[in-house]
């Protein structure tokens, strides 16, 4: 059975910094796609980072490029969203996902999500 549990959320000041982790289990860590996305109230979810397989290259959503820095160790199976720099707009809950290959297909696995406020 797939797990993944976030930690790290908090509060923060504006322009401080916080440190996500997900711990993940019950899958092939190795072969996922990780990524943390967040969901503001009122507002869509959407991407904040991913890390690929393989080369571990990465992407940003436009608005934490060059404040956020996705990574993962696949010795511990976890994935972990270092925020630096924080606004306002960054308050919302973050969620960790895992693109499981399995077998043919791939499959999308989501955690519970961890609140990350930024305010003064």
């Known amino acids: 059975q797939v797990h993944l549990v976030e930690s790290g959320g908090g509060l923060a000041q504006p322009g401080g910094s916080l440190r996500l982790s997900c711990a993940a289990s019950?899958?092939?860590?190795?072969?996922?796609?990780m990524s943390w996305f967040r969901q503001a109230p009122g507002k869509e979810r959407e991407l904040v980072a991913r890390?690929?397989?393989?080369?571990?290259?990465?992407n940003y959503g436009d608005s934490v490029k060059g404040r956020f820095t996705i990574s993962r160790d696949d010795a511990k199976n976890t994935v972990s969203l270092q925020m630096n720099s924080l606004e306002a707009e960054d308050t919302a809950v973050y969620y960790c996902?895992?693109?499981?290959?399995?077998?043919?297909?791939?499959?999308?696995?989501w955690g519970q999500g961890t609140q990350v406020t930024v305010s003064s």
């Open positions: 996902k895992a693109q499981v290959l399995q077998g043919w297909r791939w499959n999308d696995y």
């Open positions: 890390i690929a397989r393989t080369n571990d290259s990465t």
């Open positions: 019950g899958f092939t860590f190795s072969r996922s796609i």
